[in-house]
């Protein structure tokens, strides 16, 4: 098998990261995290995951000092599915106004 061109993308696979026991409710456990980009002051974060049944999804989050440092999903993306991790990225970046500029960075 051939290894996958991800530099249209930006997106880079990566070890299983780990996941916070404060996970959003909107996540399910069983979906599992192939990369999270985070802004530099680390405010915002995507989360691109992978499910059970093999598609691919994404949501944005943010991180607020009021919140105690909890994750916080931004919107409703990760009910959105797609056939590739590379499509769910390309989806993110569409989507996500700074996420370009950090997997590009």
Do not use: Q
């Amino acid at each position: 098998m051939r290894p996958r061109d991800h530099s249209k993308t930006g997106f880079r696979p990566s070890r299983l990261l780990p996941y916070p026991s404060f996970v959003s409710a909107r996540l399910d456990k069983s979906w599992i995290v192939l990369a999270s980009p985070t802004t530099p002051g680390a405010d915002r974060c995507v989360d691109v995951f992978s499910r059970p049944d093999g598609t691919f999804g994404f949501e944005e989050f943010r991180r607020d000092p009021e919140d105690m440092g909890a994750w916080t999903p931004v919107a409703y993306y990760s009910e959105r599915e797609y056939s590739t991790a590379e499509e769910a990225v390309a989806a993110a970046r569409g989507s996500v106004r700074w996420l370009g500029d950090v997997l590009d960075g």
